[in-house]
């Protein structure tokens, strides 16, 4: 892969990078303003919106996923790596690409998953929140978990060509 093709490459992570911080950003003023409503609408009239809460729920799952998939992209997601500590330096790289590997294979079963799940939802699914199909609130699930397995599979990507770099230095 040339520097130019690189350059782009990481043109487009960004942009990706921006919607998703967008979107997720969106989704945090929609669900603190609701929110908000909510408490004031019970408290001066002892009423609320029917529909909020579920929204609001839905809002959570939305951002919860797409957040999951935001801290994979940034190194941040929770991982157990108390193994890298233990071993040599040598070794370390073998263990992420190992890592990285799994983890884009996981999730890729989690797509599969997903898709199986929303196959179902649209076969057999009710009326959801404001009449749309249940399986529009549940488009989340495949789209995370997809974001999820490319970001851990571009991180398999550059570990792999770190690795070649790392090959051709020392043969030199």
């Not at 989690?110 to 249940?134: D, K, M, Q, R, W």
């Not at 997809?146 to 970001?151: F, G, K, Q, T």
Request: charged share 15%; glycine share 6%.
């Amino acid at each position: 892969m040339n520097s130019e093709t690189t350059a782009e490459a990481g043109k487009i992570l960004r942009l990706l990078n921006g919607i998703e911080e967008t979107i997720l950003c969106l989704l945090l003023i929609a669900m603190m303003s609701l929110s908000c409503l909510q408490i004031a609408l019970r408290s001066l009239f002892s009423s609320g919106l029917l529909w909020a809460d579920p929204l609001i729920q839905q809002l959570v799952l939305w951002s919860g996923l797409l957040g999951a998939a935001m801290a994979t992209a940034r190194g941040k997601h929770i991982a157990l790596d108390l193994v890298t500590y233990l071993v040599p330096k040598r070794i370390q790289p073998w263990i992420f690409m190992f890592s990285h590997l799994l983890s884009a294979l996981t999730a890729a079963a989690l797509v599969y998953a997903a898709c199986v799940f929303l196959n179902n939802e649209i076969t057999y699914g009710s009326p959801g929140l404001f009449s749309l199909p249940s399986w529009v609130w549940n488009l989340v699930f495949p789209l995370a978990f997809a974001m999820i397995a490319l970001r851990y599979a571009i991180a398999l990507y550059q570990d792999i060509g770190a690795g070649i770099k790392r090959h051709r230095k020392d043969r030199q």
